[in-house]
């Protein structure tokens, strides 16, 4: 097997398996179609199936366009039958998911969504974490909880050291900012930002990453207890705020349909976040952490907003 990382969006990855034998794959959280096709047709790629992650837009944007292509079949959570489109087959934890040569195990790791899943092809060692674990990051908390997201990282742990790690975005380097802020002492880490800046500056990816990489230099790896991860979970999220920019919109917060509270607040999302939380029907009444709080929001009609 070979892995193909193609870039999507902003900076998104979408992961093509290819099994060399018979130039069969799988697509991995293919956010959009086009370059997804781009890369199959000019390599004489058979795309037999579409795995996803977890519901999110960013990762299920391509699903419909590709499964009508190529009549690709659609493999995802169990609990997000209802969110993931053209679904074909439900999958569980710890569930055995084999099709051809491809085998991998199912790991519900809830926390950045509550059906999130990783695929965990063991023969190969290698994991695709989506919005989960991140290389020196871990994924905001939008449905789970502190305790689940802490659990489902510490599952990711439990793995073989020299699994690669591919996960749904390059955020690597703004979370080494993160990480080396928390932990400046720290060699491994310092060594593991040079080779990042250097991979991105020749513009190469710099996933994937190694479990070994993560447990030594990844922050949210190396919290010891819930209460120490919390902390840090709160600390990235007002960091992301001062790091990425702050945007201020008017919104309304809303409590079961009721208005309470109208004003300003900053949220620490990027601008194709926000496009995300303006275009997708599966971001509408998502919880949204702002300042270490959850709203349920609805845009101003000035930005054409979705209710």
Known sequence: MRIEIIPCLQDNYSYLIVDEINNNACVVDPSEAEPIIKFIEKNN????????????????????????????????YKDDANRIPEIDILVEDNQLWKAENFEAKIMHIPGHTTGHISFYFFKEKLIFTGDTLFSLGCGKIFEGTYEEMFTSLNKIKSLPEDTKIYCGHEYTLQNSKFCIKHDPANLDLQKKIIDIKKK????????????????????????????????????????????????????????????????????????????????????????????????????????NCIL
Do not use: M
């Not at 409590?255 to 303006?278: A, C, E, T």
């Open 45 to 76: 790629i058979n795309l037999k199936y579409i795995l996803n992650t977890h519901h999110h837009f960013d990762h299920i944007g391509g699903n419909i366009d590709l499964k009508k292509k190529y009549n690709s079949i659609v493999v995802g």
């Open 200 to 303: 991105l500056v020749n513009n190469t990816p710099s996933i994937p990453s190694t479990l070994k990489d993560e447990i030594e230099c990844n922050i949210f790896l190396r919290a010891n207890n819930i209460e120490s991860f919390s902390k840090l979970r709160d600390l990235k999220d007002n960091f992301s705020v001062i790091s990425f920019g702050c945007y201020n919109l008017d919104i309304y917060i809303f409590s079961i349909d009721r208005i309470y509270q109208r004003s300003q607040i900053k949220l620490g999302f990027s601008i194709h976040k926000l496009v995300y939380l303006h275009n997708s029907s599966c971001y509408r009444n998502t919880p949204i952490r702002s300042k270490n709080k959850y709203f349920r929001i609805k845009f101003c009609s000035q930005i």
